[in-house]
């Protein structure tokens, strides 16, 4: 249902961009050996010849092409360039400038695997999410929120905790709107659901409506080597959870009928969130994935676009015209907060050989922004 999406998206960019037709790309794979077979078996002269590149050249070349485009660098042995993290530091103070007297976009990152309570970067946590979505939701100076949403799902309980935080944005009347990165599926679909709007890519994979449970026993592996369990117990689930036995069936009847009604509170939720019944929710349902366009087609989604679309629908939802952009973010853990000076403090003395200004002087204005910012 969605391969077939992302690939022919993939062919229409590629042969935009090189200028010929997505068929040549499909022609190319398809008879590769053929193609090889023109270029004496040469992979980058044939990749040449089906345009797919421009020039073929050794790495000395494209190095004299640079410095001829962009200069020498101040030793004379490379052309001119800037390493990311000083590129970062130079205009992260630019990018950091902020008017209190404008109104802002929240901006909401929820990445990572769904989990309950709370958690670190790179993870949901459900009472993380709902946090910033709270502070969002009682900041006068934030008049609409983008929850960028890029998680393939995890914890119902935590995604139904988040989900009500966008719920309650959207019945304060601000504007919430949700912008789906690579994959928003599962919990990250239910995160979406009670948005006012949802924003996808083409590419993007959503929808896996559906919940699943698992419990994992080793019986049989054991039973191989010999090795049995017994004992006794108070009730029949005294070994429910036991891996050395096979799942305990009153759990299996127990967690299925758990399992049922929260895919059940699932559809509820989206049918709610889209203005859709559930039946046909439960049509489009079932686990299936869908690509981002696809979604669009059924009314999983809204809008095609990136981010940036979706921050500017948010503002003209909100009536914004001078805004700002403001990341929501938790505030930083002592132990956070000691190692991002202790990066400062670094970075500062590995400056000491340069020109500009006096290092201690650097030492101390780094150490004061860093309790600042």
């Known amino acids: 249902a969605w391969l077939t999406v992302l690939w022919d998206f993939y062919k229409a960019d590629v042969a935009s961009k090189r200028e010929f037709r997505p068929q040549d790309l499909d022609d190319l794979i398809n008879n590769l050996p053929a193609h090889l077979a023109q270029a004496q078996g040469d992979a980058a002269r044939m990749a040449l010849n089906r345009g797919l590149v421009d020039e073929l050249k050794t790495r000395d070349e ?18 001119n360039q800037i390493a990311f993290d000083e590129y970062l530091s130079r205009i992260r103070p630019e990018l950091l400038q902020s008017n209190p007297s404008k109104d802002k976009i929240g901006i909401i990152v929820a990445s990572g695997i769904i989990m309950d309570g709370e958690q670190p970067s790179g993870r949901i946590g459900g009472d993380t999410i709902a946090d910033l979505l ?8 934030v008049k609409a929120v ?16 988040i989900s009500r935080e966008i719920e309650l944005i959207r019945d304060s009347g601000k504007p919430v709107f949700v912008s789906m990165g690579s994959v928003a599926a599962s919990g990250g679909y239910w995160i979406a659901a009670q948005a006012d709007q949802i924003w996808a890519t083409p590419t993007t994979i959503t929808g896996s409506i559906g919940i699943f449970g698992a419990f994992p026993t080793f019986e049989k592996s054991l039973k191989s080597l010999g090795i049995t369990s017994d004992g006794v117990g108070t009730t029949r689930l005294s070994d429910a959870f036991d891996p050395s036995r096979p799942l305990n069936e009153l759990i299996a009847q127990s967690m299925n009928q758990m399992i049922e009604r929260g895919y ?20 489009i349902a079932q686990g299936r994935v869908w690509a981002g366009t696809t979604a669009k ?25 001078d805004y700002e952009i403001k990341y ?9 907060q000691l190692i991002k000076r202790l990066n400062r403090l670094i970075t500062a003395l590995l400056d000491f050989s340069q020109p500009s200004g ?12 860093s309790e600042v910012g």
């Open 62 to 79: 494209v190095r004299q092409e640079l410095i001829e485009r962009l200069g020498h660098d101040e030793e004379g042995l490379i052309f």
């Open 146 to 161: 983008v929850v960028r949403v890029d998680s393939g799902g995890g914890s119902a309980t935590a995604s139904e905790v």
């Open 264 to 283: 059940q509170r699932f559809i509820q939720r989206v049918a709610q969130g889209r203005n859709m019944k559930p039946e046909p929710v439960e049509e």
């Open 134 to 141: 709270n502070r969002a939701r009682n900041d006068e100076r």
């Open 297 to 321: 087609d059924l009314g999983l989604v809204d809008q095609i676009g990136n981010l940036q679309d979706a921050i500017r629908a948010a503002a003209e939802q909100a009536d914004l015209k």
């Open 358 to 369: 006096h290092p201690l002087q650097k030492i101390y204005n780094t150490i004061g922004d």
């Open 328 to 336: 929501i973010t938790q505030p930083l853990t002592t132990r956070e």
